[in-house]
């Protein structure tokens, strides 16, 4: 059974810094495309930043030049450091993992997700 564990989230000043962490567990013998997405009450859940399994990049235009993502293949971890934190980033994190291939075939995952307060 593959699961999803983020870690890293909290509560930090405007202008702070965090690093986000995503670790899928379990047996995994690859992974697609991994990604950070964010969601507030009312509101529908929207894709913060993206990587392939080659590396290439994608983000909302909202956090270009702050954020940044990245990962370790060989750790199935995906990384997510974000500088310059605004109070309009508050919102619970969560991390996905597409086309994930395991024991139990090909699949995508979530993670339970982790709480982004940043303060004024």
């Not at 993502?69 to 309009?88: F, G």
């Not at 995508?108 to 307060?117: F, L």
């Amino acid at each position: 059974q593959v699961q999803l564990v983020e870690s890293g989230g909290g509560l930090v000043q405007a202008g702070g810094s965090l690093r986000l962490s995503c670790a899928a567990s379990g047996t995994i013998f690859s992974i697609g495309a991994m990604g950070w997405y964010r969601q507030v009450p009312g509101k529908q859940r929207e894709l913060v930043a993206s990587i392939t399994s080659s590396g290439s990049t994608n983000y909302v235009d909202s956090v270009k030049g702050r954020f940044t993502i990245s990962r370790d293949n060989a750790k199935h971890t995906v990384y997510l450091q974000m500088n310059s934190l605004k109070p309009e980033d508050t919102a619970v994190y969560y991390c996905k993992a597409d086309r994930v291939l395991g024991f139990l075939g090909q699949n995508d995952y979530w993670g339970p997700g982790t709480q982004v307060t940043v303060s004024s």
